[in-house]
């Protein structure tokens, strides 16, 4: 079952067990997949890959606002944030831990031939579309430049 489909099947048992949080975290990452789906040159068609990339795109929209919410005092609004965020979390792969981030960039760092801090591009390259869904950007950028500079 691909991942749409999951979704859709999960927004159904939401509904019956009446879980707003979840019901309408799904809701918004089916809305997301659709226009997705429909948009130019997409062909009726969205592939496992670009759903990830959707829902770690919602992920991270939902705990920005989060942090937004908590500057202002807003908990509530915050905690509901971080709720959906979590449910979305669900069905992206396991992020890796930040040792494991570390063993994986060490191992592309010497398969591009990077020696310092210029050349981070080319590490970052790699990483990012490597590490897709795994790992957040900035993670992956912290940690690219801590070993580039030792």
Same mark, same amino acid.
């Given at each position: 079952?691909?991942?749409?489909?999951?979704?859709?099947?999960?927004?159904?048992?939401?509904?019956?067990?009446?879980?707003?949080?979840?019901?309408?975290?799904?809701?918004?990452?089916?809305?997301?997949?659709?226009?997705?789906?429909?948009?130019?040159?997409?062909?009726?068609?969205?592939?496992?890959?670009?759903?990830?990339?959707?829902?770690?795109?919602?992920?991270?929209?939902? +705990? /920005?606002?989060?942090?937004?919410?908590?500057?202002?005092?807003?908990? /509530?609004?915050?905690?509901?944030?971080?709720?959906?965020?979590?449910?979305? /979390?669900?069905?992206?792969? +396991?992020?890796?831990?930040?040792?494991?981030?570390?063993?994986?960039? +060490?191992?592309?760092?010497?398969?591009?031939?990077?020696?310092?801090?210029?050349?981070?591009?080319?590490?970052?390259?790699?990483?990012?579309?490597?590490?897709?869904?795994?790992?957040?950007?900035?993670?992956?950028?912290?940690?690219?430049?801590?070993?580039?500079?030792?």
């Amino acid at each position: 079952m691909n991942l749409f489909d999951q979704v859709s099947e999960d927004i159904k048992k939401a509904m019956l067990a009446r879980d707003k949080v979840r019901l309408e975290a799904l809701r918004g990452a089916k809305k997301e997949f659709l226009e997705a789906k429909t948009a130019k040159g997409a062909n009726g068609e969205l592939s496992d890959d670009n759903a990830m990339k959707i829902i770690v795109k919602m992920v991270k929209q939902r +705990k /920005e606002s989060a942090r937004i919410y908590e500057e202002n005092n807003r908990k /509530e609004l915050a905690d509901n944030e971080l709720a959906e965020a979590a449910v979305l /979390e669900e069905y992206l792969p +396991k992020q890796l831990s930040a040792d494991e981030l570390a063993t994986e960039l +060490k191992a592309i760092i010497a398969e591009v031939g990077a020696v310092g801090p210029r050349d981070m591009g080319k590490v970052m390259g790699v990483a990012s579309k490597r590490l897709a869904g795994r790992a957040e950007g900035r993670a992956i950028s912290e940690a690219v430049k801590n070993l580039l500079n030792q």
